[in-house]
């Protein structure tokens, strides 16, 4: 397994971040407004639902090219064979690497505006 690139790393978990918020924000708006004491269509209905995605999409960006950063690197780190039956626990510590590596640096953020 030849080592992953840290630019094609670092654009491909931006965008995946990016599309997430692209189509998940929208449908959290209306889950939210659906569960509003005030009703659907008395919290906003329909209106505004894209309302606050720009700044949604520019946060999870960093996040999640990070996220996919240390991802790729843990796993060309780990590099067991395609074929072994170890390779799901390969991509679980990945993962796991990548969130423990995002929560760091969410602590260390802020520890340090304190």
């Known amino acids: 397994m030849e080592r992953p690139?840290?630019?094609?790393s670092l654009v491909a978990g931006g965008v995946a971040g990016v599309a997430v918020d692209l189509i998940l924000f929208p449908l959290d708006t209306i889950k939210t407004r659906l569960?509003?004491?005030q009703g659907f269509n008395k919290a906003g209905?329909?209106?505004?639902?894209?309302?606050?995605?720009?700044?949604?999409?520019?946060?999870?960006?960093?996040?999640?090219?990070?996220f996919?950063?240390?991802?790729?690197?843990v796993k060309w780190f780990?590099?067991?064979?395609?074929?072994?039956?170890?390779?799901?626990?390969?991509h679980m510590l990945?993962?796991?690497?990548?969130e423990?590596?995002?929560?760091?640096?969410?602590?260390?953020k802020k520890r340090s505006n304190q």
Not at 94 to 98: D, P, T, V
Not at 100 to 108: A, Q, R, T, Y
């Open 45 to 66: 209905g329909f209106r505004g639902i894209y309302a606050g995605v720009p700044s949604a999409a520019i946060g999870s960006f960093p996040n999640a090219a990070a």
């Open 100 to 108: 423990v590596f995002l929560w760091c640096l969410e602590n260390f």
């Open 68 to 73: 996919f950063i240390t991802y790729e690197y």
């Open 35 to 37: 569960q509003s004491p």
């Open 94 to 98: 990945a993962a796991s690497a990548g």
């Open 78 to 90: 780990l590099h067991t064979d395609s074929s072994s039956y170890l390779m799901p626990v390969k």
């Open 5 to 8: 690139g840290f630019t094609a």
